[in-house]
């Protein structure tokens, strides 16, 4: 019979060790179980005992557990510094890509306005603004949420700070609602902030926790069915 | 199994692994037994430890690593780096200051009779 590492790994997660070293370390007790494995039957040892001795001398999973968790360089950042990864990192990140694609919209606009001339803009360039600004502050914001969620569901990441990067995405995507007003024959084009209201708020949210909190639900069921 | 207390441990399985590969590379496994057999298994651990020692060293750059293919598996194969060799001549002045100084007054001094 060979040794499961299931619960080692699952453990590894739960402690914050990122999943490469994890994987790694469990690659090599693997190799070192086999070594043992063969040195206890070298030895003439009871056939059925062999394994458990070559455990034994492994370590308990609890002690190899402990061993890697309490070093911090193998630490993921969403355990290291978890308000930094699940929640300023996303809010940075959700700015920095709607200013990009503000000013690439502006560009675009001034491009398109440089080659027509004031007043003789094509009709699509409206539908191009308005898309780019709906992709900005409604579907961006639930794609870091989704993102956020695969990260902290894959890591076992506690579910406090993933959940407060969730809402802090909605929330910066429905009060940063950039819209653009394209420039006329006598009139500038201008950027501006429209928050919306809560019920816009609440379809973000939704759209963006909804998948993590499956994720979730459908641990958790499987821990419970597990026990 | 021999379980040594970890209070006494710290920095003593880095120690032992940098000056086990500074002679050649060695595997996993083949750290772990010398270590058995260099120290009369005065000192020895749950064998599987040492990998979480041998990533962190290789990590800060004092060893580094080699997969090879070895009797049809595949194997790790660590080995001391320069920087590895620095780092190995500083921590054996200083555990060799700290034994010096703890066995004074163990059986040194004798100033305050603790043995």
Known sequence: MRASFEPLWDRLLEGGVRRRPARRYLAELRDHLDDLIAEERRAMNDPREVETRALCRLGSFEMLADAMIERREFQAWGRKAPVAAYLVAPAVALAAATALTVVGVVTTVEQVRGAAGPGNLPSWLGEFATGMMFFSHAILPVLLAWALSAVAFRNRSPWLWPTCGIVALASLGSIFHPVLTLPSATTRGEVAVSPDGIGAFAVLLAMAAVPYAALLLWRAARERHAE | ?115
Request: glycine share 12%; net charge positive; aromatic share 6%.
């Open chain 2, 1 to 115: 199994m021999a379980t040594t207390n970890p209070s006494f441990m710290n920095g003593v399985p880095e120690l032992l692994v940098l000056r086990l590969l500074r002679g050649r590379e060695m595997y996993g496994y083949e750290i772990v037994q010398a270590i058995r057999e260099e120290t009369a298994e005065v000192v020895s651990l749950g064998e599987g430890v040492v990998y979480p020692v041998l990533h962190a060293l290789e990590r800060s750059g004092a060893i580094s690593s080699q997969r090879r293919p070895v009797g049809g598996r595949s194997r790790i194969y660590y080995s001391l780096s320069p920087k590895g060799a620095s780092r190995l001549t500083e921590l054996t002045e200083l555990w060799l200051r700290i034994t010096g100084a703890v066995q004074q007054v163990l059986v040194g001094s004798g100033r305050a009779g603790l043995v």
